[in-house]
């Protein structure tokens, strides 16, 4: 029996759903290939990384307590720090999410009578709240606190850069907020590169505004991070390429050394930093998902690929474009249609390992400001490095698809979501 052949059999799909799959597949054959090039690369940073910082069994040993010298924990920060590029580093299972992570890194830099301004339009919802420009006062956000927040919109997906330049000159701005992936919008994703670009452009007007980078689904992607182009501080959450599939919670934040000792500070509180954290049994998956991150972050990367290249047969409008260039894993399909969007979603579920017979359904999920629905089924509870697909209701009915630990994998719940969208 042939894969075709057991796939309809055994998964009730059309052989016209599997024949499109397999046309789109060839159609990117070269695109797949260059994405295992750049996690060839990233694979060795790491390896050079682990090699440098001597890792060892004993780093994979559990701490309680007060979690007093504990090595893995601090050599996993170090490691962190050179495969970023960057001064330090701070890598712990305490924060439960990337918002968290986002979060902790904004109340450490910031004071009374600063300005928090969001140069990449809107940041990602569940930071709404944070901000201050969603929710009720009182809730202990950043306005509370007496931060102001200015943003600058984007203008057809670029940067409003003549506004960035004004806003800088007109008064003291302490930090710049630069979002690399899309949220849930429908724009670029921008590269290392172009970033470093941005903080140059930030710098030359004003020297003394940090720039934070929200680096979510962005890590392993390209050859460099934001920290090798200049960023004073990125985070990110674990559960995401980083962490390779197998960290169970976690994020991570890198930077200078006297930001990430704030960043500490605000973690726990002033005067023990980092110095404290029992690691429980979390730092041998830890360490094993930073070493599988830039091959499972490819195998997800060429599942957003096959998306884009599926979807667009089908006549979506995808973003990426199959051929275009990607700086995270994430890959957008606009639908223009709430059942099909839907049907994206639902089919996405089906074919996921885990709970694939539950079937999704909108619902008022906590930070989000409009109903969202989400497929997950996944080992890790939420893990969105593992195939995964959520969209928010509302026009033009965008939905994000991300992840994958196998490309097989997700090439199955990629077909089954097409499956469903070609019965309406």
């Known amino acids: 029996m042939t894969k075709d052949e057991y796939i309809i059999k055994n998964f009730g799909i059309s052989r016209r759903a599997v024949e499109l799959v397999n046309e789109a597949e060839n159609s990117v054959r070269d695109k797949l290939a260059e994405l295992?090039?750049?996690?060839?690369?990233?694979?060795?940073?790491v390896m050079k990384a682990f090699s440098d910082n001597r890792v060892s069994e004993r780093h994979f040993m559990p701490t309680t307590g007060y979690g007093y010298d504990d090595d893995g924990r601090?050599?996993?920060?170090?490691i962190y720090a050179q495969v970023f590029g960057a001064e330090d580093a701070l890598v712990r299972h305490n924060w439960v999410n990337g918002s968290h992570t986002l979060a902790t890194m904004l109340y450490a830099v910031l004071r009374p009578g600063d300005t928090l301004m969001a140069i990449t339009g809107k940041p990602y919802d569940t930071l709404e709240e944070v901000i201050g420009i969603a929710g009720a006062d009182g809730n202990g956000s950043l306005k509370d606190f007496g931060i102001e927040y200015k943003q600058?919109?984007?203008?057809?997906?670029?940067?409003?850069?003549?506004?960035?330049?004004?806003?800088?000159?007109?008064?003291?701005?302490?930090?710049?907020?630069?979002?690399?992936?899309?949220?849930?919008?429908?724009r670029p994703t921008y590269s290392a590169e172009y970033i470093g670009k941005i903080i140059s452009f930030v710098k030359n007007i004003s020297p003394q505004t940090l720039c934070l980078v929200d680096n979510c689904y962005g890590e392993f992607v390209d050859t460099s991070e934001p920290t090798?182009?200049?960023?004073?501080?990125?985070?990110?959450?674990l559960i995401k390429n980083p962490g390779g599939g197998l960290a169970p919670t976690g994020g991570y934040i890198a930077g200078s050394h006297e930001l990430i000792e704030?960043?500490?500070?605000?973690?726990?509180?002033?005067?023990?930093?980092?110095?404290?954290?029992?690691?429980?049994?979390?730092?041998?998956?830890?360490?094993?998902?930073?070493?599988?991150?830039?091959?499972?972050?490819?195998?997800a990367l060429k599942a957003a690929v096959l998306c884009s290249a599926v979807f667009s047969r089908l006549g979506f409008e995808t973003d990426p474009r199959p051929d275009g260039e990607r700086h995270d894993i994430i890959q957008s399909v606009k639908f223009n249609d709430k059942n099909k969007m839907i049907a994206f979603?639902?089919?996405?579920?089906?074919?996921?390992?885990?709970?694939?017979?539950?079937?999704?359904?909108?619902?008022?999920?906590?930070?989000?400001?409009?109903?969202?629905?989400?497929?997950?089924?996944?080992?890790?509870?939420?893990s969105s490095i593992e195939l995964s697909a959520d969209a928010p209701l509302r026009e033009p009915y965008i939905a994000y698809m991300q992840g994958g630990l196998t490309y097989e994998s997700a090439k199955l719940g990629i077909t089954v979501a097409a499956e469903n969208v070609m019965k309406m």
């Not at 670029?158 to 800088?168: C, N, P, R, S, V």
């Not at 090798?228 to 959450?237: C, F, K, N, T, V």
Request: net charge negative; charged share 20%.
């Open 228 to 237: 090798e182009m200049g960023a004073d501080l990125m985070a990110g959450s």
């Open 345 to 382: 979603i639902q089919g996405i579920q089906k074919g996921a390992p885990v709970d694939s017979f539950v079937v999704p359904e909108p619902w008022d999920m906590p930070g989000y400001q409009d109903q969202v629905i989400m497929a997950a089924g996944a080992f890790i509870s939420g």
């Open 74 to 78: 601090d050599t996993l920060d170090k």
């Open 36 to 45: 295992e090039g750049i996690a060839e690369i990233n694979q060795l940073k």
């Open 152 to 186: 600058i919109d984007l203008v057809d997906g670029e940067l409003d850069y003549k506004a960035i330049e004004a806003q800088l000159k007109q008064k003291p701005i302490r930090a710049v907020m630069i979002q690399r992936s899309k949220g849930y919008g429908w």
């Open 262 to 299: 704030l960043c500490a500070y605000r973690l726990t509180c002033v005067g023990i930093g980092r110095e404290c954290g029992a690691t429980l049994d979390f730092n041998h998956k830890a360490y094993q998902g930073l070493f599988m991150a830039p091959h499972i972050t490819m195998q």
